[in-house]
Antibody, heavy 118, light 112 residues
Framework: VQLVESGGDLVQPGGSLRLSCEVS????????MTWVRQGPGKGLEWVSG????????YYTDSVNGRFTISRDNSKNTLYLQMNSLRADDTAIYYC????????????WGQGILVTVSS | DIVLTQTPLSLSVTPGQPASISCKSN???????????LYWYLQKAGQPPQVLIY???KRFSGVPDRFSGSGSGTDFTLKINRMEADDVGVYYC?????????FGPGTKVEIK
């Protein structure tokens, strides 16, 4: 199982960024997926989740309306479109696979850094 | 949102000695299906988290048996039988009873 994030960058407040997470080693469409972030020196914060076929999406309140999670099962890729970025969105963003039933993360990417600063 | 609190927030343990971390929830994590959706993760320096324990007490594949989880309802405990150098890091409890998924603040465990 491998998950590899990309797309992290330095972006100005109010800007946009799209993160990608390419997976391999398992049947992507069979698993819900999620994004979790970790601010500098801080703990873990769940950001968003999506079911296996992409028909259901979920967000934490602080990103709802600004971030959009999606997936392309033909490309084995998970996405996070981030708009109206704020300084407090600065974090390492991890994509992770969710275990069916328990909805817990059993495999994680190495993470990608997003910095929001002028 | 479900709030998880952990104690202590930091811990220094002599190799070979036991360690214990508490996680308390502000509401029961028992689902109507009979499962309790409480998990434990370890994040080592510079790495993503790794799951240790799922559904309170079930050890994840490959996790050494010196790690054990217990508890019910709102009170949970992670125990390390005999601390080893490789166990250093930050331990988080997490709940998935309801969204948003939430984590405890983390307990930093060091070797004495």
């Amino acid at each position: 199982v491998q998950l590899v994030e990309s797309g992290g960058d330095l972006v100005q407040p109010g800007g946009s960024l799209r993160l990608s997470c390419e997976v391999s080693g398992f049947t992507f469409s069979s698993h819900a997926m999620t994004w979790v972030r970790q601010g500098p020196g801080k703990g873990l914060e769940w950001v968003s989740g999506i079911n296996g076929i992409g028909g259901s999406t979920y967000y934490t309140d602080s990103v709802n309306g600004r971030f959009t999670i999606s997936r392309d099962n033909s490309k084995n890729t998970l996405y996070l479109q981030m708009n109206s970025l704020r300084a407090d969105d600065t974090a390492i963003y991890y994509c992770a696979r969710l275990v069916t039933g328990g909805w817990y993360m059993d495999s994680w990417g190495q993470g990608i850094l997003v910095t929001v600063s002028s | 949102d479900i709030v998880l609190t952990q104690t202590p927030l930091s811990l220094s343990v002599t190799p070979g000695q036991p360690a214990s971390i508490s996680c308390k929830s502000n509401q029961s994590l028992l689902h109507s299906d009979g499962e309790t959706y409480l998990y434990w993760y370890l994040q080592k320096a510079g790495q993503p988290p790794q799951v240790l324990i799922y559904e309170v007490s079930k050890r994840f594949s490959g996790v050494p048996d010196r790690f054990s989880g217990s508890g019910s309802g709102t009170d949970f405990t992670l125990k390390i039988n005999r601390m080893e150098a490789d166990d250093v890091g930050v331990y988080y409890c997490m709940q998935s009873l309801e969204l948003p998924l939430t984590f405890g603040p983390g307990t930093k465990v060091e070797i004495k």
